[in-house]
């Protein structure tokens, strides 16, 4: 009985150690952008710099690197009335 219980811990750990490797890890900006897009669902630019009270240059990078990490997506353009151009919908995944 001892044992099984120790394989099942053994177990447990190598899944954790797994998901650990295989999850990007990510920094604390990029986090909020992330958090950001997934509340809005979805949001452009503009509209998180704008929820988050930041300059939009600070958002932009960050959304191209949850880009290139397979965690954020273009999901479409939408027409921004107050900058008059067409500009993309980031979705997260």
Known sequence: ????KKIKEMT?????????????TIGAKQ????N?????????????AKHLGWDVNRV???VTELVSKGM??????HYDNETKRTVTLWKAL
């Open 1 to 4: 009985m001892e044992s099984t």
């Open 12 to 24: 447990r750990k190598t899944q954790v150690d797994s998901l650990k490797k295989l999850k990007p």
């Open 31 to 34: 986090q909020s952008v992330y």
């Open 36 to 48: 950001v897009i997934r509340y809005l669902r979805p949001a452009t630019n503009r509209n998180i």
């Open 60 to 62: 932009t990078g960050r």
């Open 72 to 77: 954020v997506m273009a999901y479409g353009t």
